[in-house]
């Protein structure tokens, strides 16, 4: 699959659900692996803030992203909706600290997007698989997420209050797709005791039932009702039973629930990838949410590209006969035994270390050892299969070494171990040569990695 961005500007409009004051944010189509980026134009030099968990600063009442004193908030809304529709690259400039809250909901970002549409570039989407069962746990409130091994993306969500109004509630996406029907105009809530506090913690300035599902579900005279609408400016109300409060009626019995879970999505997002896995978050909250993704983000820093999916089960994309055809090594030297993966700028190759490898007659008698140095080749190999795939004709082609840098070896490779070459373009093929990484895995570690140069030349 390839990264996706904007095909075109937008533009919303709107108070900040904090500040009130009147914010306009323009999303723009940026080049591969941006990114989701925030820039703040209303001040000077218009610094630009990443949109990933670990410069997450705050999470009071919304997801808070800051490089040094410069801040944006409430970006958890438009985050879903961008990761939602696909999209992996976008610009995002905002005049003011926090995003338009518009109605309170997704739905305004999801259908400017549709409207505009979305268009794919070149580069290969860069998934985060889950591989093994990952759990985060607050012991204090209760509050957990936890993501399972899965092929596609989905998210369950359930909420729990000590509200006879909101108790426990469910909610679910099965694939992101269903996002826009189902999730996008679910609406932000509070309850109506929160009010206060949260107005003397400088909060909800632009708060208002335009904006808001307000519930009412903890016995307060009229008098004081009014006096909260008085602080909050907006018209008195008066209410007799517990219930919701809002200007147009829940778009869902759940609605808080999806709008819980459209919270989740959008810090998840801050991942800085998609995923693959399915998530599962009781209680969650935008601090919790946002721990989930700084863990999965730190397992993204320790190493550069996550280990291939290998499932031998399946068919792979060229056998050795296949191989053979394109290669011109043959025994003792044709170390790539098949390629299970390959996108426009990378390759997956794999080689079964046996026993009867020729060279483990002297590298070592005791100890057999696979050579560093023909990891290495075996790297540019699968890389080769990546080079010539560029072309017309592929077999009348050969491609031959030209340079190697950064050269590292990690854990040695011995008989029975199954090496996995993930070997990626670095620069664009010109003039027949190519800058690549490769990498070898053994399970899930790095074994040996380097970057090589290779030149593509037609047969005589």
């Known amino acids: 699959m390839k990264q996706i961005t904007l095909k075109a500007p937008f533009t919303v409009k709107g108070k900040g659900l904090h500040t009130g004051r009147e914010i306009e944010a323009e999303f723009l189509p940026a080049p591969e692996n941006t990114g989701y980026k925030f820039q703040r134009t209303d001040l000077e030099n218009e610094p630009i803030i ?60 999801v259908a400017k997007i549709a409207e505009v549409g979305t268009e794919e570039q070149n580069q290969d989407k860069d998934f985060y698989i889950v591989k093994q069962k990952m759990e985060v ?51 932000t809530f509070v309850f109506v005791r929160e009010i206060e506090p949260l107005v003397n913690a400088n909060l909800i300035k632009g708060g208002d039932l335009q904006n808001a599902v307000v519930i009412y579900d903890s016995p307060m005279g009229q008098e004081q009702l009014d006096r909260l609408a008085d602080i909050m400016g907006v018209d008195h109300k008066e209410v007799s039973e517990f219930g919701y409060i809002q200007e147009r009626p829940l778009t869902s019995e759940n609605e808080p629930a999806r709008h819980k879970l459209m919270d989740v999505l959008g810090d998840i997002a801050l991942i800085g990838r998609p995923l693959k896995g399915k ?80 060279y483990f007659l002297g590298h070592f008698p005791q100890e057999p050892v ?18 010539l795939s560029t072309v017309d004709d592929p077999d009348k082609y050969s491609t031959y070494f030209m340079k190697i840098d950064n050269v590292k070896f990690r854990q040695k490779v011995v008989p029975g171990d199954t090496l996995l070459f993930h070997v990626s373009f670095m620069t664009e093929l010109r003039r027949g040569c190519a800058m690549m990484k490769g990498y070898a895995f053994v399970g899930e570690k790095i074994v040996s990695e380097c970057e090589f140069m290779a030149q593509i030349i037609k047969n005589k």
């Open 50 to 109: 990443d949109a990933l968990a670990e410069n997450v600063v705050s999470t009071t009442r919304g997801t808070v992203i800051a490089k040094g004193d410069v801040q944006i908030s409430t970006i958890e809304h438009s985050m879903a909706a961008l990761y939602a529709s696909g999209i992996d690259n976008c610009l995002i400039k905002i005049n003011g600290p926090e995003m338009p809250i518009l109605d309170g909901s997704a739905r305004e970002f």
């Open 137 to 187: 746990r607050d012991t204090e409130t209760g509050a957990s997420i936890v993501v399972l091994p899965d092929t596609e993306f989905s998210l369950d969500v359930m909420v729990q209050y000590p509200s006879p109004v909101l108790t426990n509630q469910f909610a679910t996406l099965e694939h992101l797709d269903e996002f826009a029907e189902k999730i996008a105009d679910s609406r």
């Open 279 to 358: 998530v599962i978050a009781v209680r969650p909250g935008h601090s919790i949410n946002t721990t989930f993704a700084k863990k999965i983000r730190r397992e993204i820093k320790r190493q550069d590209v996550q280990a291939p999916v290998y499932d031998p089960n399946v068919e792979p994309l060229m056998d050795n006969n296949r191989i053979r055809e394109l290669l011109p090594h043959r025994y003792p030297f044709l170390l790539v035994d098949k390629v299970i993966e390959k996108g426009t700028n990378h390759i997956v190759g794999v080689k079964n270390i046996t026993a009867n490898e020729p």
């Open 370 to 387: 696979m050579p560093g140095v023909l990891q290495i080749e075996a790297m540019a190999q699968t890389g080769g299969l990546l080079v």
